[in-house]
């Protein structure tokens, strides 16, 4: 179970969140939602450890990981695919793949991208920063897949793909909650995200806003409310009605 | 055939110096995003201890050379990553050059300080007799070394190629974050590149000091001859690195044969090196040279200074600078005169490195050529000013010269081609009459109402403020912005119809202009220059200076200025002087790795900052006290 | 024609041919789509359309002239704006210089005096830039952070800074590589909006790279298919909905 515990966090001179609490309990699927930077990639970052945590706990099965840096709380089963830039563009598809194993049977896990992503064992010799968009979106995919983590975080996952490999995409997400994974989701097709929850988190402005299930969405309104955000509102227009 | 045989093997064995040192540089450069300047310091370094042991100790040779090589060298190796370069981000060419540049001079102090400037003469390692090859006499030393050269070249491939250290080590330097990420310890990575260069810069200097001798410069500056072989690998390439080394020491050692018939060029065999350098960097297509590391990192911290005119800053500075003579004993005046020059001088520099982020490491040839150029015009009649103005104007073309074809590289390599160009310059240009006339002396008049230091202060201090002037607009202009811009982007730039190569070349003229002047106006100064006055070394001295004092400001060139001029006035006592360059390099090394320098520290945090912390601040507290509901509740 | 036109374009990359006799046109006053799988080309097509790749076959016409060897940059002049699918953003300025830097663009020709500023009339043009920036930075919502780096945005925030940049500088054909990617819902919403009334205030040809069905669907008039750096179809929106082999090659579940 992953729970974020009065966090606090941001960069240089600029607090992004607000003492967000948050769950995600185990074998279950939480989506995260919020408007463009509302701070959700912020949030995921400070748990994999790529931003510091100012204040509050960050807990793995009840294990504080929060003072751990980045590639321990890797190895202790966190595995975040990052916004943007989840591989080693510089590097072949082959070596990128072999850096996500660190040292596994390269083999085998091929064989098993081949399953998932057959583009991708066509071009492993392709330098991966030269690929398109989608094809490197792919490969940051696999990593989430091959690597057996008990706790997977994705950040915009589906950004860039075909609608076909989006379907793919939450088929490979529904096979991680299949094994019995955690997943913090962050998606920019809400809808669909939806689906798979089991609980949803909305972000706004750097504090959590909502707590729930995808059902108290439905209506539409709440969803409005926040992701209808954006930079041109000013403070004081949001501090009126709260959940 | 027969006569090119001995060259050949001289060619081949040189060749293998260079392999090795042009190695350790495409290994240093691939792990850690480092383009090592200092790689011949640490291995200098490492050969006195090589020799320390052996000589004063008295271990045996085999084991002196295992403790030099396995333990030192590694040793010093963490030392580097661990407390030099604690706060090391990659991306910007200039800050990466500098911290190398640093520890090159801390290095080359250290050993100076410790063992004295003189050379001593090393026992050979390996068995010096000969045996015949086609009438060519061969010594097992030389074919020992080549042997190294080679095994170590292959296992260095089968490292990189066949290892998932070599792979992790090469996954660091393009992607820290996501190294991390993956549960692959970034930091212990990087120490390890570090350990593994030095070992190998060590293993070349214990190597060579029996053939040069063991001095703190020449083996120090060995490496640098085989910038141009790890060039021809692209920095990356091991291979291509390698048939670079043997390419240029045969080509070296050709050209003394037919050299030796024509006095005139007499210089082209040891430039070899540096033609090379030169020519492979300003000839290939465009792409072939790409960086390794990710400026996304480095991108948020980097200072690119303001883009309003420093009209305060300016009018202090000129205040401050007409009092300064009050104050002064005369003594102290020719000082504070060349101190307000490089003020401009620095300035000039700053406009390429701080605010277009491109490094040139030849900008003691612009300011030579500027002070020559001006005795020239003078013996010719012209009158002072316009002479002067000519004389920046001349070394224009030279500085379209080099930006022009060096235009499509990027950081490091524009770098790099300045250098060779620096060097080229020196070696192949200085020498000859056009430049220094004939007995190596240019003789640079004063103008004439200006004769005595004091008046002369004062008329460097007007041309000196008409050039920051000038700086400073070009800074707010459309110009400035294009140039910051364009570091990011310069895909996006042509998207929005701006053409970023001329930009680029005008900038570099005008920075080459400026050079020049303040060139001349040194010349005039100190009344003469001659070949000694500026070697290359001092545009690498001057690029250290600016970016440790803060590179995008003005307040960086004056305090640049001040450090280069004033302190070593100022502090002359003995004790200081011999630790003088150990305490500079490091200084150099840990300012290089701030956002802006020195005066990034001497500036108060700017108000707006404060404003946004208690803004957010009060967001958060304002979000507690209305507290969003418990989750337990909801879970 | 006015506006793009690319007629037979082949691309190839050392033993991969990613474009293969793709045709297409752009005219003006119609949203043009461009959409396939991961990898059939699209981001090359606007590579060669744009001058950053010479394709080595095939022609390539803005306003009927043809610009196939001519420089991004000269394109530019001759109106070509674009987005790119990996953002391109000036980091170390802010919201508001990665604008302005646009749309002075615009009003200083590039001789070497007008970059230093030194034009007649630079006084009047400065009013204008200003105007125009504010306003761009108005119509795509970045008010609150026009004064911040536009490195450290979030990426959707980035995507519309760098919208806002493309028409600042007042392209007449505007290229735009998956622009809604990253962006939350209402912000998809309204970026349909801002092309919506750019495109009746103006006579633009668009060509728009997008995996977002909804916003393809609902703003082209005409929409080309590509897979493997073929043309597969083309034809309008519903021809779209209704082609099996798009279903089955690109659109998957998303339009049932
Ligand atoms: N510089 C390059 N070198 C080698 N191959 C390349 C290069 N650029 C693109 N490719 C290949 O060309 C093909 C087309 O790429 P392109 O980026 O145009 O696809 P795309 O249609 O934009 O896909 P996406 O929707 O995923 O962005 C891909 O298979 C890609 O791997
Ligand atoms: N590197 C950074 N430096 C400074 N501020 C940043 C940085 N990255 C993000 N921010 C700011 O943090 C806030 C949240 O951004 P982010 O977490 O990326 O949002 P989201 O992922 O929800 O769209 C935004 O206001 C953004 O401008
Ligand atoms: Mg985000
Ligand atoms: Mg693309």
Redesign the pocket.
Known sequence: MLEVRNLHAGYQNLEVLHRVDLKVPSGRTVALLGANGAGKTTLLNVIAGLVPAAAGDILVDGRSVVSEPAHLRARGGICLVPEGRGIFRHLTVRKNIAMFLSGRNLGAALERVGRWFPRLTE?LE?VAG??????QQMLAVCRALLVDAPIVMADELSV?L?PVVVDEIFDAVEMLRAEGRSLLIVEQYADRVLRVADYVYILHKGAIEFVGEPAQLADGSLFHRYLGGSADVPQSETAGGRR | MKSFLPFLIIGVSTGAVYALAAMGLVVTYTTSGIFNFAHGAVGMFAAYIFYTLRVDVGIPTGLAAAVAILLVAPAIGVLIDRVLLQRFVGGSASSSIVVSLGLLVALQGTAVAIYGGETRSVAPLFPTSTFEVGGVRVGYDQVIVVAIALAAALGLSLFFRRTQLGLKTQAVVGDRALTGLVGVDARAVTTFSWMLGSAFAALSGVLFAPFVGLDSILLTLLVVQAFGAAVIGGLRNLTLANAGAYGVGIAAALSTKWVATVPSLRGLPSSIPFLVLFLVLVASPKGRFTEVGDSAGSAARRSVGTNRFPWRALAVLTAAALVVPSLLSPAKLLTASATVVFVLMFASLGLLVGLSRQVSLCHAVFAVFGATTLSHLQSAGVPYVLALVLAGLAVVPVGALIAIPAIRLSGLFLALATFGFGVLAESLLFNSAAVFGSDGVAFVARPSPFQNDRAFYYFAVAVVIVGLIVIEAVRVTRLGRILRAMADSPVALQSIRVNPIASRVMVFCLSAFLAAVSGGLLGSLIRSMNLASFGFFQSLIWLTVLVAAGASSLGGAVLAAVLLVTGPAVFTSPSFTEWQPVAFGLGAMVLAQAPNGLVGYLKPPPLADFAARSRWRLAASRHRARLAPRLEEAL | MNGLEARDIQMR??G?V?LDGVTLEAPRGRVTGLI?P????????FNVCGGFLRPTQGRVFIDSDDVTTSSPTDRARRGVGRTF?RLELFRSLTVRENIALAAEGQLISDGPLAQLGITRNSRAARVANREITEKLIDDVGLTGLADRRAGELSTGHGRLVELARTLANRPTVVLLDEPSSGLDPVESARFGAILRRLMDENDLALLL?E?DMNLVLSLCQWIYVIDFGRPIFEGTPDDIRRSPEVQAAYLGKAVA
């Open positions: 071009r392709q030269t690929m398109s968009g989608g094809e860039g075909a | 990359f050392a991969l990613a396939g991961n990898g059939a080309g699209k981001t090359t097509m699918q790279v995996h």
